[in-house]
C-alpha cells in the first residue's frame, strides 16, 4: 500500500490535542497527519476558506462538536426551559449548511454524531419523551443531521455512542473537562481513530474485497471427510451449533454487501460440495462463493489461484482459518493479505468477524449488491472461452453490448466508485469525490461518458469511462478507466472509439492521451503502445490524428 501521508484538518468547540496525538502517531494504515484548528471557534473556520487549517489543500476533515455549543436551542433545554422541537431542528438545518460549505474545499469530511455524557439523567423515566427529555431530542437532531448529510456525497456521519459504548465508564471524566476542556476519555479517541482510519481507507480505496474461508471446523463444527455431512456441528439446539449459523449469516450479510466469498479448504472436493448443498442448516449455499479450491495442495498457493481467477490483489483478500499453522503459513507466503488472529472459541466466530473494520465502502452501488453474481458469470465466460477454437470465435459468441451513456446524478455514485477504485486500466488514476467528479463533467470544456458492459451471460454494469478535456486545436483524453472485470475484450478500442467520434465532430486535428505511470496501471500503457502506427508516443503522451475514424470491433455493439 502507498505510504503518502494524508492531511486531516479537526475542527472542534473542545480540546482535541490528545485525539491529535493519537490520530498522527497511530501505526495503521492510511498515515494522517492532524491539523488542529483552534477550538471554540467552530463557526468562524467553517465560514471561512482562507481560514490558516484550510491552507495546502488538507484531504479530510473531521467536525466533532457537543450539541449545546453549535445549537443554541439545545443548550437552552439543557437549562430544563422549553423549547419547541422544531426551532431545535431548524438550527441543526442551518448547522448543516455550515458543513455543506466546507465539503466544497475539502475532499472527505467526518461529523461524530452528538452525544450527552452518560451521568446526565435529571429527567429520569421522561427523558424519551417528546419535547421534554434530552436523549429524545439528541436523537432526533442526530437524524436530522444525518438525512441533511446524505445530500452532500463527501460528508459522512459517525457513530459517537460506539465509541463511548467501548469505551465504558472511561469515556468521560468530569475533571479532564475542567482542567484541560477535553470531553472524552482517550479510549473514546482511540475508538474514534480505528474507525476514521477505517473510513478513510475505504475512501481511498482500499476496503478488502475477499474473503477466503476454510471449511471444517470454521464455517461448521467437525472434519466432513470423517464424521460426514449428516453429523456435522451446525445448527440446531447445541449452542456451536448456533454460532457457526450466526457465522454464516454474518458473512452472507457482508457478501451482500459486496464483499466476495470464496473457500480454501484441504478435502475431498465432492465431499465438501455435497456438506455444502445438502445439510439443511447451511445459510451459505454454493452460489454464495464466487470461486473455491478444495484439494490437498497448499493453501497458500490456492488463495494466489483464486486471487488470478478474480483478478484481485492480496491487498484487497481477508483469509479466516482456525488452524494457527495455516494462518502463519499465510501470513508468511502472503504478507499483504489479512490474516486475523482467530479465536479458538467458536462462539466468538461472529463477533469476530462483524468487529473487522476492513471493509468500509463510502457507498454501496447495484453493482455491489450482485457482485457475486458477476463472477459468477465471469466464470461461465471463461469456460466457453476454452471450449471455443480461437479468441476472436470467443469474443462473437459474447454477444457483447457496450452502452455509452453522459455523467448524470443516477449514475455518478457508481462512476465515482469506478474512478478511485480502478488502478490497472487507467490512465491518469486520479481521485475524485462524487461532487468534483460532476463538477468536472459540467465544465463546457469537458466530456466524460461511462460505458455499460452486458453480454449473453449476464450485465456486468457500468464498468467504463473515458473523459476529454477540449483545448485549441487538439482533445487530451483526461480519464481512460476499465474494470479488470471486463479488460481484454477489445472493449478498450470501443472506448477509444467513443472519445474519436466525437474528437472528429469538434474538427479538431489532434488527440492525445497522457499516461501518468504508478505502481499498478502498466496494462493501460501496454494498451496504448498497442496501438501504433495509430497512435505514437512521445515520452508519457500517445499522440494521434483526431481526423482519422478509430474503428468500433466488429464483435461489440455500441448504443448511444
Not at 482542567?179 to 474514534?192: D, M, P, R, T, Y
Not at 475477499?210 to 449428516?230: A, F, H, K, P, R
Not at 492480496?314 to 493479505?337: H, M, Y
Request: charged share 20%; with cysteine; hydrophobic share 40%.
Amino acid at each position: 500500500m502507498a505510504k503518502q501521508q494524508h492531511t486531516c484538518v479537526l475542527v472542534s468547540d473542545f480540546n482535541l490535542q490528545n485525539f491529535a496525538g493519537y490520530v498522527t502517531n497511530d501505526p495503521e494504515f492510511p498515515p494522517i497527519k492532524a491539523i488542529v484548528a483552534p477550538f471554540g471557534q467552530t463557526g468562524s473556520t467553517l465560514l471561512h476558506k482562507d481560514a490558516p487549517c484550510w491552507q495546502n489543500s488538507p484531504d479530510a476533515a473531521v467536525i466533532w462538536t457537543q450539541p449545546q455549543s453549535v445549537i443554541s436551542a439545545y443548550k437552552t433545554l439543557l437549562s430544563y426551559e422549553q423549547v419547541p422541537l422544531q426551532t431545535v431542528l431548524n438550527q441543526v438545518d442551518e448547522y448543516c449548511s455550515l458543513l455543506a460549505n466546507i465539503s466544497k474545499w475539502v475532499k472527505y469530511v467526518f461529523v461524530p454524531s452528538w452525544v450527552l455524557p452518560s451521568y446526565r439523567s435529571v429527567f429520569g423515566v421522561l427523558d424519551m419523551k417528546t419535547e421534554i427529555g434530552l436523549t429524545n431530542t439528541l436523537m432526533r437532531m442526530n437524524l436530522r443531521l444525518a438525512e441533511n448529510i446524505e445530500k452532500a456525497s463527501n460528508i459522512y456521519v459517525l457513530n459517537t455512542h460506539k465509541w463511548i459504548e467501548q469505551a465504558g465508564n472511561q469515556a468521560f471524566s468530569p475533571k479532564l473537562w475542567y482542567l484541560g476542556k477535553i470531553v472524552f476519555g482517550n479510549e473514546v479517541f482511540k475508538s474514534a481513530v480505528r474507525d476514521i482510519k477505517a473510513a478513510f481507507s475505504g475512501l481511498l480505496g482500499y476496503a478488502r474485497k475477499l474473503i477466503v474461508l476454510d471449511l471444517d471446523d470454521t464455517l461448521w463444527g467437525g472434519i466432513v471427510g470423517d464424521v460426514g455431512w449428516e453429523n456435522l456441528v451446525l445448527g440446531g439446539h447445541h449452542h456451536l451449533g448456533e454460532a457457526y449459523v450466526d457465522f454464516q449469516q454474518a458473512l452472507k450479510s457482508i457478501k451482500n454487501r459486496g464483499i466476495l466469498l470464496a473457500l480454501a479448504s484441504k478435502n475431498e472436493e465432492q465431499v465438501a460440495l455435497e456438506a455444502i448443498g445438502k445439510h439443511p442448516e447451511m445459510v451459505l449455499k454454493l452460489e454464495d462463493f464466487a470461486g473455491w479450491r478444495i484439494n490437498w495442495l497448499d493453501k497458500a498457493q490456492n488463495i494466489v489461484d483464486l486471487m488470478t481467477e478474480l483478478n484481485l490483489g492480496p491487498q484487497s483478500t481477508v483469509f479466516i482459518d482456525d488452524n494457527p499453522a495455516e494462518r502463519e503459513r499465510v501470513k508468511e507466503s502472503l504478507p499483504e493479505v489479512l490474516v486475523p488472529d482467530w479465536p479458538e472459541d467458536p462462539l466468538f466466530y461472529p463477533s469476530a468477524l462483524l468487529s473487522l473494520r476492513c471493509f468500509e465502502i463510502p457507498s454501496l452501488s447495484q453493482e455491489d449488491l450482485v457482485r457475486t453474481t458477476l463472477y459468477l458469470s465471469e466464470n461461465k465466460r471463461q469456460t466457453l472461452k476454452k471450449a471455443v477454437g480461437s479468441l476472436d470465435e470467443w469474443l462473437t459468441r459474447l454477444g457483447i453490448r457496450v452502452q455509452i451513456e453522459e455523467l448524470h446524478p443516477a449514475n455518478l455514485q457508481r462512476a465515482g466508485q469506478l474512478l478511485n477504485k480502478t488502478n490497472q486500466m487507467n490512465l491518469s488514476t486520479r481521485r475524485l469525490s462524487e461532487a468534483e467528479l460532476m463538477a468536472w463533467a459540467e465544465d463546457k470544456h469537458h466530456r466524460l461518458w461511462t460505458l455499460r458492459v452486458s453480454d449473453k451471460f449476464g450485465d456486468a454494469g457500468l464498468t467504463g469511462i473515458v473523459s476529454l478535456e477540449i483545448q485549441d486545436q487538439s482533445v487530451q483524453i483526461v480519464d481512460f478507466i476499465l474494470s479488470c472485470r471486463v479488460m481484454g475484450r477489445k472493449i478498450e478500442e470501443a472506448m477509444l472509439a467513443t472519445a474519436i467520434h466525437h474528437a472528429r465532430e469538434l474538427g479538431v486535428e489532434g488527440v492525445y492521451a497522457r499516461y501518468i505511470p504508478t505502481p499498478k496501471n502498466k496494462p493501460c500503457l501496454d494498451f496504448f503502445k498497442s496501438l501504433a502506427p495509430r497512435f505514437q508516443q512521445q515520452g508519457e503522451s500517445f499522440i494521434g490524428d483526431g481526423k482519422m475514424p478509430f474503428p468500433v470491433p466488429k464483435h461489440i455493439e455500441l448504443v448511444y
